[in-house]
């Protein structure tokens, strides 16, 4: 991916999320080692989003802790955003419909090199922070494994006309731009095909491979995961808002 890339080993000890209307979950507990494949597995509305932004640092835990690649969690929620990076979460990573593919690229390249980078990249000379910024997009492009050449209109191909394995790609794409340690993925298997769903399977074993630790909401975890079961938690009935509003509450990551 343009660089060496060292995941961040996560470790939760009875992590626990308290609602207005009740626990989105509770009593998660699980260890798994830097590169790993953590599937959250768990029925609809059971808390695995919620679940999932906590331990990317952009919900709050009401209990327990967490240990993101050295920073614990709730106390050092910022320190984990700036190591982390979601993907195809509803409400919060939302694509622009009439927006293209390269649009979208270049609008997240700049956002990183604006806010995610250090002072010192933002100090070198414009055709260099150019050429970096095409660097990190081809990086991210290969590893998510989105073929502009196969698309209707190559780069030029808006949003609104991707298939949905192609959307889910660009959405993870835009997140490795960032290089991240810790790759968050939501509904990695909703509304696919037994083909496409093994597909992503295979594309979100590849990022580990190279050394990115992934996070992956799934119905069903498939063999080879550090499965993490939100059904028997005690989490009770959750709905996309709180997704949502998920970085409003943590601050704008």
């Not at 000890?13 to 959250?40: C, K, M, N, Q, T």
């Not at 806010?115 to 990249?121: H, N, Q």
């Not at 990022?207 to 079961?229: H, K, L, M």
Request: charged share 25%.
């Amino acid at each position: 991916m343009g660089g060496t890339v060292t995941g961040a080993g996560v470790t939760a000890r009875g992590l626990g999320l308290e609602g207005p209307r009740g626990w989105a979950f509770r009593g998660v507990s699980f260890e798994a080692g830097p590169g790993s494949l953590i599937a959250i597995e768990g029925p609809s509305g059971s808390g695995r989003t919620c679940l999932l932004l906590a331990l990317t640092g952009r919900m709050k835990a009401t209990e327990g802790t967490a240990d993101v690649g050295g920073a614990v969690l709730p106390k050092r929620m910022a320190a984990v955003r700036r190591v982390s990076a979601v993907a195809h979460v509803p409400g919060v990573t939302d694509l622009e419909p009439a927006l293209t593919v390269a649009e979208h690229l270049r609008e997240r390249a700049l956002l990183q090199r604006r806010f995610g980078d250090s002072l010192r990249g933002l100090l070198r000379p414009r055709a260099e922070r150019r050429t970096e910024e095409q660097v990190r997009i081809d990086a991210a492009l290969t590893a998510s494994g989105l073929d502009l050449e196969a698309l209707p209109k190559g780069a030029r191909t808006a949003v609104r006309d991707l298939e949905r394995v192609e959307a889910l790609r660009l959405s993870i794409a835009l997140a490795l731009i960032g290089r991240p340690r810790l790759l968050g993925v939501d509904d990695t298997d909703l509304k696919l095909s037994d083909a496409e769903r093994a597909e992503i399977w295979a594309l979100l074993r590849s990022i580990t491979e190279a050394g990115t630790t992934v996070v992956a909401v799934c119905s069903e975890s498939p063999d080879g995961t550090v499965a993490v079961s939100t059904q028997a938690t005690g989490s009770r009935e959750t709905d996309g808002k709180e997704a949502a509003d998920a970085l409003a509450e943590a601050g704008r990551a």
